[in-house]
């Protein structure tokens, strides 16, 4: 199974619908009829201009969806991208000047802005500004800090770099180009993820690798480059493991939490005046949990110190008299969790007003408690929670159409997210529909597709099933439980789904190297049933199985990750079962096929496969999937793509031109029918004409659905 990795941190519809009206003297009805479901289809308008078929690609580690024409080769840049919504696993967080709240989010790669008004009350408020990067200049951000002109400077955990944005930077939404950004000189910077200003200005920063503390003048910061530190502090006798927040306290002393050895230390100004290693002035341990995974502190009005424990949910505070001396004194309160007010808390910030802002990193919310809040150990209800905008695109290992031309994402924090045609240009939009899992339904989903009936079937690869979701449970969000569970062998991981000509549901598993099929019956019934044919491996003709995909023809074709081939089944060999020798096996030609995964054909039968080592998709024409090493006849590749371990790819294809399509026009109505097609889904968009010429642009009165043969609006 793959996993991102944190480099050692902690956390670690396309056409013009027109609404018919009274007196309208001519109507043209399109009717798109498309045998099956799973190809997608979005007509347009009459004498609008066609549809272009498309590739849509899920980025594993970008965490967006990005679309090709199927006419792209090179290093072409998307049509469209689908990022995730802000926030997405919140690290570091600070107030500006004017009271509004940053948040630096970690995976996203973003930071974000709150306004005041925003942050007045619970909910999910869009960014007033989001900052974003196209240069890795915000590459897993962790802390924010404001210097005294305003300007913002943000620690990148992933590049070892600081940035700095200027007021004028921060104004409006973007992807500035950082004013100065400050670059490791030897071991300057080792995965920095905290900054604070001292109250001369200089920029102090805790290396969290190399466990040390590095100091940056005003000078060192005036201009890009890779200076030495002015001062660097280094652990002595464990004073140092693993240095996360750090504070100064109203007197100029810094304080730094130590995650792995669950203590805060002093430093005094005369400590910090030169390198070395010396012995914090005082050390505060633990005592009963009190520090339990502690990565973030600061002080409030009072002098008090607060501490977040990352591994325990809590916040404590301890008093100037606790902090006076060595010890494991009992903090003075403690706030603990209350339904996830507190996850894994990353972050911490006072108000203007002197409320306490927490960020939680696994459930991506800020949560804000009052000082009435703070004054005595408990666990109090935030006074306000801001979650993210909506559910992030986070992981993504494949996307699907349904059958209305809908995209669906199965995103590793256990949940689907569906967006509208409208929705998939270039943006962050809100999901129309996210559905969470209940019970364990949804468990690292990895790959979706959609039944002749609308239902979406999906892969669970942490817990081995396959679950099912009717087209009511679709049409809204919430935590349904699945219509049908289906459990496969234990230690299986299955991936790739894809139904047959005969609606039989056919299942890779990466883990054991098989193929299963599922038929209708079986997978009406649910349970853990004994596949109806199993294929095995032969001479490793499947090998970590990913993709699969049925070719016009019904042959089913299977993308091989460790051993980089593409592999063919015919009708007659997934009848039998077996270990059968392919009836073609393609290699790889000049790192044609490094890693491949996802695998479509497109309207012209042309084989797609995205390659998830080198970020690059593939196309194969239908005379070279024979066995062999051919060149593909195109390949999108190169940094202006944004493909970035791309994973499940699904084709958007155009609709064919209807046929048997008539209308009939009355005073206060419009009929429109067409020839019944079996089997068939139909889609319906008008463009409706007064005798003048004009267009009356609205929305249908009425919607056809699967097999419907008429419509009146």
Do not use: H
Not at 563 to 591: D, F, H, K, M, W
């Amino acid at each position: 199974m793959r996993t991102k990795q944190s480099s050692g941190s902690v956390p670690g519809k396309g056409g013009r619908p027109v609404t018919a009206r009274a007196g309208l003297a001519a109507i043209v009805g399109v009717v798109a009829l498309v045998a099956g479901v799973t190809g997608i289809v979005r007509p347009e308008a009459a004498g609008a201009a066609p549809v272009a078929a498309a590739v849509y690609v899920a980025n594993y580690d970008a965490d967006n969806v990005l679309s090709f024409p199927t006419t792209a080769n090179g290093d072409v840049a998307p049509t469209a991208t689908i990022s995730p919504a802000a926030p997405s696993y919140p690290w570091g967080s600070a107030f500006d000047s004017a009271g509004d709240l940053w948040v630096a989010n970690y995976y996203s790669g973003t930071l974000v802005e709150y306004t005041p008004g925003q942050l007045a009350s619970s909910g999910s408020p869009t960014p007033a500004v989001t900052i974003s990067s196209t240069d890795d200049s915000l590459d897993g951000p962790s802390a924010l800090a404001f210097n005294s002109a305003g300007d913002l400077w943000v620690a990148n955990v992933y590049r070892d770099t600081l940035v700095e944005y200027t007021p004028g930077q921060l104004a409006s939404s973007g992807s500035p180009t950082p004013a100065v950004t400050i670059s490791a000189t030897g071991t300057s910077l080792d995965e920095p993820v905290a900054l604070a200003f001292d109250p001369s200005g200089d920029l102090w920063v805790t290396n969290s690798y190399d466990d040390t503390l590095v100091e940056y003048t005003p000078g060192n910061l005036s201009a890009t480059g890779s200076p030495t530190p002015a001062v660097t502090i280094s652990a002595t006798g464990g004073s140092l493991d693993g240095a996360y927040g750090l504070a100064f306290d109203p007197t100029g002393d810094l304080w730094v939490v130590d995650y792995y050895s669950e203590t805060v230390v002093e430093y005094t100004p005369g400590d910090l005046s030169a390198t070395g290693s010396p012995t914090p002035a005082v050390t505060i341990s633990a005592t009963g949990g009190s520090l339990d995974g502690p990565v973030g502190l600061t002080f409030d009005a009072s002098g008090d110190l607060w501490v977040e424990n990352y591994s325990g949910d809590t916040l404590v505070e301890y008093t100037p008299g606790d902090l006076s001396a060595t010890g494991s004194p009992t903090p003075a309160v403690t706030i603990s969790a209350t339904g996830g007010s507190l996850d894994y808390p990353l972050a911490m910030a006072f108000g203007p007003s002197g409320d306490l802002w927490v960020a939680n990193f696994y459930n991506s919310t800020l949560v804000e408690y009052t000082p009435s809040d703070l004054s005595a150990s408990g666990s109090p209800s935030p006074a306000v929670t801001i979650s993210a905008v909506s559910s992030s695109i986070y992981y993504p290992f494949s996307v699907a159409f349904d059958p209305s031309g809908d995209l669906w994402v199965p995103n590793w924090d256990d949940n689907l997210v569906e967006y509208t045609p409208g929705e998939l240009g270039t943006g962050s939009p809100t999901p129309n529909v996210v559905l969470a899992s209940t019970a364990g339904s949804l468990d690292s989903p990895d790959s979706v597709v959609f039944d002749s009936s609308g239902d979406l079937w999906a892969s669970n690869l942490d817990n081995d099933t396959l679950v099912e979701y009717t087209p009511a449970q679709l049409a809204q969000s919430g935590s349904p439980a699945p219509a049908v569970t289906i459990s496969l062998p234990g230690g299986a991981y299955p991936y790739g789904l894809a139904f047959d000509p005969s609606g039989d549901l056919w299942v890779s598993n990466v883990n054991n190297n098989t193929l299963l099929e599922y038929t209708p019956a079986q997978l009406a019934q649910g349970g853990a049933l004994v596949p109806a044919v199993t294929i095995s491996s032969a001479s490793s003709s499947l090998d970590a199985p990913y993709g699969i995909a049925f070719d016009p023809s019904g042959d089913l074709w299977v993308s091989n990750s460790d051993n980089s081939t593409l592999v063919e089944y015919t009708p007659a060999q997934l009848a039998q079962g077996g270990a059968p020798t392919p009836a073609a096996t393609i290699s790889s030609a000049a790192n044609s096929l490094e890693d491949p995964f996802g695998l479509a054909f497109d309207p012209s039968g042309d084989l797609w496969v995205s390659n998830f080592d080198n970020s690059t998709l593939v196309e194969f024409a239908p005379n070279q999937l024979t066995t062999g090493a051919p060149t593909p006849v195109a390949t999108v590749s190169g940094t202006g793509t944004g493909l970035d371990y791309p994973a499940g790819i699904a084709i958007e294809a155009a609709p064919a031109s209807p046929g048997g399509v008539s209308a009939t026009a009355g005073d206060a109505q419009v009929s429109v029918s067409w020839a019944p097609v079996t089997g068939a889904a139909s889609y319906q968009v008008f463009e409706a004409t007064s005798p003048g010429g004009e267009d009356y642009s609205g929305t249908p009165a009425c919607t056809a659905g699967l097999g419907a043969t008429s419509c009146t609006v």
